[in-house]
Every structure is written in structure tokens, then in C-alpha cells.
């Protein structure tokens, strides 16, 4: 279809999907762990930020997620109080994509932490603090906000059996 000057209608511009990546936000006793990229990866270096991977083909998020974490930290599955699944985020590149990001929220009670390559050190700060913590990625608080986000309530009818 034409418009009436013989062209051809605009198209609305698509954004392109950079990838899919997986982002864990830790926490011990209510502090945060903020986690500085080491000089050896390509990307973020020397910034603050959560424990981050990309999306392997044949592998859920969720799954994902929980390697990122003991591949970056040395965690076990066992060594997490708890572990929620935040939501699915859109987030816009400064080359005019977006990276899909699945969420994460993990609690431990172990403080000391077994670095691999990818981080310098890492930091456990309490929510306060992190808008006065310096170099951080401009995605992080967008992160931080979905995966700590308090569980959606759900309203009903209770059922017998249903445990309290």
C-alpha cells in the first residue's frame, strides 16, 4: 500500500535483540553483593555489578543462573537460603538494542566468597549505600529493583491442606 504521494509507509524501527542473559542479585543478612569486573573480560570492566552470564542454548534460566552463580562465586545450591525468580527485563543498549535479562534473587549466609577470574573483589553493601557506591553498570539498578521486588501477593481462597 502507498500513501498518496506513490511511497511506500514508514515502518516503526524494531529494536534488535542483542542476547539473552541471566543476572543474580546476592544477598547476605540484607546486604547486597556488588562484585567488580575484573580487567580481563571484555565488557564492564572495572565496574560494579551482579553476578551476570549469558543464556546457553539447552539450558533453562533458572539452571543457568544457579551455574553463574557458583562459577562466579563458588556457591553450592546448598549453601542458599533462598533463591526467586524476578522478572524478565528489556533493557536498551547505547547501540540501540536490548539485552533480554532474566532475574534472579539468591540468599546465602556464607560472607566469604570464592572469586574466579571474572571479578577483582566484591562488596557487601547495604540497599542505603548503593546509590552513594561509585562505578556501577547504568543497568543495575534496574536489575536490583526486579529481583528484589517483594513476591507478588496472592489473594484467594485459602484451601484445606494449604500450608500457612
Known sequence: MKDAYGRA????????????????????HGRIGLFKRSRLVSHDAGLWHCVTGFAEDGCTPRVQALLELFEETGLLVAELTAFRTGPVLELGDDRGGFWKVHTFHAETERRRLQ????????????????????????????????ALAPEPIQLGHAHPGDAA
Open 9 to 28: 509507509p514508514a515502518r516503526p524501527v524494531q529494536k534488535a535483540e542483542r542476547g539473552t542473559v541471566v543476572a543474580v542479585v546476592l544477598t547476605w
Open 115 to 146: 572469586l574466579n577470574w571474572e571479578h577483582d573483589s566484591y562488596r557487601w553493601v547495604r540497599p542505603r549505600f548503593l546509590v552513594r557506591f561509585d562505578g556501577q553498570v547504568p543497568w543495575l539498578r534496574h536489575v536490583l529493583s526486579a
